[in-house]
């Protein structure tokens, strides 16, 4: 029989402090977050200085918990995985001296997750029948990626954002509406009481890159429309801007996956990131699937934004592929999908 595999997750490349215990890749032990979002709701968004400063304060108490929450000891892990990269610099740097210093202690290796690769093996949790190779449609407050997944830690991108990514365009929309931080979720929940079709935005398109995003002339667009109705002194109705906003995104999402898995000749498609929470993104993805004949995947919300276990996941399989990091591991906040 195969030894059992416990590798710990820890994940501090934005503004969530996160550890989780994994087994074997796919079972979830514990999944401690801890969430800095109300320190930077003050400041409408992440301020880098402060969440560096918050991950110092908090790491030890997280991965400590999580330890807890699993039940078992730091010297019955297997592996220590942490988020080397895309971030930001200082974020990054806690979680990665961290994870050096204690995998060191404790004579394990270390394990140098992607953040995107975490996000992508989020799916993974609780779809024990989802394996390699299928596409995945990568959408958060930092990326928006559409990639072939040809194996565990193998990816080739056939698209990605131009300009904002989808998560950061649902952001800047609600704070021009005076919906707050972070407008992800706010957008969502405004959304439901508008009508899509109240406003006809446009979709984004990269000429002669058709599997390429586009989010900034949407959000000028949206922009525009505000200014126009302060200057005419017309009330807009929040709930119909953000709907038709988020309809135009999630049309310009659903139709590039479909249209990604259809030409590569796969029929599973997956959703990763915070931005795969997104109701309408969700119903309207399902709904075109469905048509076409494919299946599609995307992780509980909790797994959606930053969390440890998608990096306990993620550090599993590349430990399993022998992907060890020395300890001159750094942080890389630019790291390129497929580098190493
Ligand atoms: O994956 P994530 O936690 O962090 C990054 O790696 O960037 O994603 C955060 C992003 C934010 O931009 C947030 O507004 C967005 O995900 N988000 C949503 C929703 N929930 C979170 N966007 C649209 N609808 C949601 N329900
Ligand atoms: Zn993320």
Same mark, same amino acid.
């Given at each position: 029989m195969k030894?059992d595999?416990?590798?710990?997750g820890?994940?501090?490349?934005c503004?969530? &402090?996160?550890?989780s215990?994994?087994? /074997?890749?796919?079972k979830?032990l514990? /999944?401690v977050?801890?969430? @800095?979002?109300?320190?930077?709701?003050?400041?409408?968004?992440v301020?880098p200085e402060?969440?560096?400063?918050?991950?110092i304060?908090?790491? $030890? @108490?997280?991965?400590?918990?999580?330890?807890?929450e699993?039940q078992?000891e730091?010297?019955?892990? &297997?592996?220590?995985?942490?988020?080397?990269?895309p971030g930001l610099?200082?974020?990054l740097?806690v979680?990665v001296?961290e994870?050096?210093?204690?995998?060191?202690?404790?004579?394990?290796?270390?394990?140098g997750?992607?953040?995107?690769?975490?996000?992508?093996s989020?799916?993974f949790i609780?779809?024990p029948?989802?394996e390699?190779?299928?596409?995945?449609?990568?959408?958060?407050g930092g990326h928006t990626?559409?990639?072939v997944?040809k194996?565990y830690?193998?990816?080739e991108i056939i698209g990605? &954002?131009r300009?904002?990514?989808?998560?950061?365009?649902f952001?800047k929309?609600?704070r021009?509406?005076?919906l707050?931080?972070?407008?992800g979720?706010?957008?969502?929940?405004a959304a439901?009481e508008?009508?899509p079709?109240?406003?006809?935005f446009?979709?984004g398109?990269?000429?002669? #890159?058709?599997?390429?995003f586009?989010? #900034?002339g949407?959000?000028?667009?949206?922009?525009?429309?505000?200014?126009?109705?302060?200057m &005419?002194?017309e009330?807009?109705?929040?709930p119909?801007?953000v709907a038709?906003? @988020?309809?135009?995104?999630?049309d310009?999402? =659903?139709?590039?996956?479909v249209a990604?898995?259809?030409?590569y000749?796969?029929?599973k498609l997956?959703?990763?990131?915070? =931005?795969?929470? $997104?109701?309408?993104?969700r119903?309207?993805m399902?709904?075109?699937?469905?048509k076409s004949?494919i299946?599609?995947?995307?992780p #509980?919300p909790i797994?959606?934004?930053d /969390?440890?276990?998608?990096?306990?996941?993620?550090?599993?399989?590349e430990y399993?592929?022998?992907n060890? #990091?020395?300890?001159?591991?750094?942080?890389?906040p /630019?790291?390129k999908?497929? @580098?190493r």
């Open positions: 030894e595999v416990y590798i710990l820890i994940e501090s490349s503004d969530e &402090t996160a550890a215990v994994v087994k /074997n890749g796919r979830v514990s /999944n977050i801890y969430s @800095q979002i109300d320190l930077h709701t003050l400041y409408g968004g301020v402060i969440a560096s400063r918050k991950h304060e908090k790491i $030890n @108490q997280v991965i400590e918990s999580a330890l807890e699993a078992m730091l010297e019955e892990m &297997t592996g220590i995985a942490v988020t080397y990269g610099v200082g974020a740097l979680g001296a994870a050096k210093a204690i995998a060191y202690a404790a004579k394990k290796p270390l394990i997750v992607h953040h995107i690769e975490g996000h992508i989020a799916n609780e779809h029948e989802l390699p190779p299928f596409v995945c449609l990568i959408v958060s990626h559409l990639v997944v194996d830690g193998e990816f990605r &954002t300009d904002d990514a989808a998560g950061e365009a952001d929309v609600a021009a509406v005076g707050g931080y972070p407008g979720p706010k957008v969502d929940k439901r508008g009508n079709h109240a406003i006809e446009p979709r398109k990269v000429e002669g #890159s058709p599997y390429d586009s989010f #900034s949407l959000k000028s667009c949206v922009l525009n429309y505000i200014n126009h109705a302060k &005419t002194g009330e807009i109705c929040v119909d801007l038709s906003f @988020q309809n135009s995104v999630v310009s999402l =659903v139709s590039r996956g990604a898995a259809l030409e000749g796969y029929d997956a959703i990763a990131g915070g =931005v795969a929470c $997104n109701t309408a993104l119903a309207g399902e709904k075109a699937c469905k004949g299946r599609l995947y995307y #509980s797994y959606c934004t /969390n440890g276990a998608m990096i306990g996941v993620a550090g599993y399989y399993r592929k022998g060890i #990091s020395g300890w001159d591991l750094n942080a890389i /630019n790291l999908l497929g @580098q």
